[in-house]
């Protein structure tokens, strides 16, 4: 099988994913569109309490009245995590899932280097999530015909295309634990349990004083579309979120190649067994 045999594969394990997920960020982007003139009204005289500011993201409860807010607010800031858990379940397929399905054996008796199979379906991946993300802007585009609004679309687009490197760096994260841990479960599991934790770290250390450095360790931070809002692209941030993914990457090549596979699934909890009774039946004289 060639490269672009594994890239094409990739890209058809993962249509529906495609398909699916670019449908719904399209409606997600389109709806929160159309109801900005219903809440711009509403939300001109109200008063947030003083501990929501932070989730309003750099601009505060100011910026959140105006359109780049408001959507920076209401769809920036949790679109990501849809986009994370596509790329959960198609990372954490590539390597361990495919083991677990007795598909990997297969893959690898063909001409094609382990390198160059974990590099092909990362590309594969990664195209799947710019697919799926580019969607978001068609909806966005579509919502500012149909609404009375003067819309930056510059720094829309620029929003929609900063949801791409921290997408990236939990593929990288799943990839590497696809390829370093037992299962596709415990690799999920991994995953998707740092994905919740620094997510919680966001909010939490924005609503308390106490613990705001919580926040500087979430990917969630540094990815807010609301900076991107007021201040451009932040080349500087987006260079981090790349080189951490490629990081991830280059620690999936290095346990992929040092993995044994096993044919079928590999089982990551402990077993236990109890011990067996003998089927045979003594007899004894009796007295």
């Known amino acids: ?22 449908i719904a960020n399209a409606l997600i982007a389109l709806f929160v569109v159309l109801a900005y003139p219903s809440f711009r009204g509403a939300l001109a005289d109200y008063q947030f309490p003083e501990f929501l500011a932070s989730f309003f993201g750099e601009g505060g409860v ?22 994370i858990v596509m790329v959960i379940i198609g990372g954490t397929a590539t390597l361990a899932g495919e083991e677990g399905a007795g598909t990997l054996d297969l893959l690898l008796a063909q001409p094609v280097a382990r390198r160059r199979l974990v590099l092909e379906k990362a590309a594969g991946l990664t195209v799947a999530i710019a697919i799926a ?20 679309l510059g720094r829309v687009a620029l929003a929609v295309v900063n949801m791409l490197p921290l997408t990236l760096l939990f593929l990288g994260l799943s990839l590497w634990a696809s390829a370093a841990l037992a299962s596709r479960g415990a690799a999920a599991m991994l995953v998707a349990g740092l994905t919740v934790v620094t997510y919680f770290f966001n909010l939490i250390g924005g609503a308390v004083e106490r613990v705001e450095f919580l926040r500087k360790l979430s990917p969630f931070y540094w990815a807010d579309a609301s900076h991107v809002m007021l201040h451009g692209f932040d080349w500087l941030r987006t260079g981090g979120f790349l080189l951490l993914a490629a990081a991830f990457v280059a620690l999936a090549l290095w346990s992929f190649e040092r993995r044994d596979i096993a044919v079928g699934a590999r089982r990551w909890w402990p077993r236990f067994s109890l011990p067996r009774l003998s089927g045979r039946v003594r007899r004894r004289d009796v007295a």
């Open 1 to 22: 099988m060639t490269g672009m045999g594994l890239f094409g594969k990739t890209l058809r394990d993962n249509r529906g994913a495609i398909i699916g997920m670019g």
């Open 62 to 83: 100011a910026a959140y009245t105006t359109f780049e807010g408001f959507i920076a607010v209401e769809l920036f800031t949790w679109l990501p995590i849809l986009l």
């Open 133 to 152: 993300s580019l969607a978001t802007l068609a909806g966005l585009l579509a919502g500012t015909v149909l609404i009375d609004v003067t819309v930056p």
